[in-house]
Nanobody, 112 residues
Framework: QVQLVESGGGLVQAGGSLRLSCAVSQRTFRVFAMGWFRQAPGKERELVADINWSGSVTGYADSVKGRFTISRDNARNMGYLQMNNLNPEDTAAYYC?????WGQGIQVTVSS
């Protein structure tokens, strides 16, 4: 059973930063692309950022370009999402995804 566990969320003031981590139990982690998604109350889940298997190609939603950075450490089976200059619109539950497996999600709340 593949497990993904997010950490690093919490409450931050607007303009602040957080770094989310995703620990993956799958030994073949390095084979798959991974993504970070978020879902705000009353809204659909949306893709925030994704990264290919090697980390050489990344993509971002327009709303987070220039503020968020996705990365991965294949030696440690870890994925990361560095979030800078956060604003209240970034408030949501954040999820990591790998090969159709999802983490349980972690809350990020940005106060104005």
């Amino acid at each position: 059973q593949v497990q993904l566990v997010e950490s690093g969320g919490g409450l931050v003031q607007a303009g602040g930063s957080l770094r989310l981590s995703c620990a993956v139990s799958q030994r073949t982690f390095r084979v798959f692309a991974m993504g970070w998604f978020r879902q705000a109350p009353g809204k659909e889940r949306e893709l925030v950022a994704d990264i290919n298997w090697s980390g050489s190609v990344t993509g971002y939603a327009d709303s987070v370009k220039g503020r968020f950075t996705i990365s991965r450490d294949n030696a440690r089976n870890m994925g990361y999402l560095q979030m800078n200059n956060l604003n209240p619109e970034d408030t949501a539950a954040y999820y990591c995804r790998l090969n159709n497996h999802w983490g349980q999600g972690i809350q990020v709340t940005v106060s104005s």
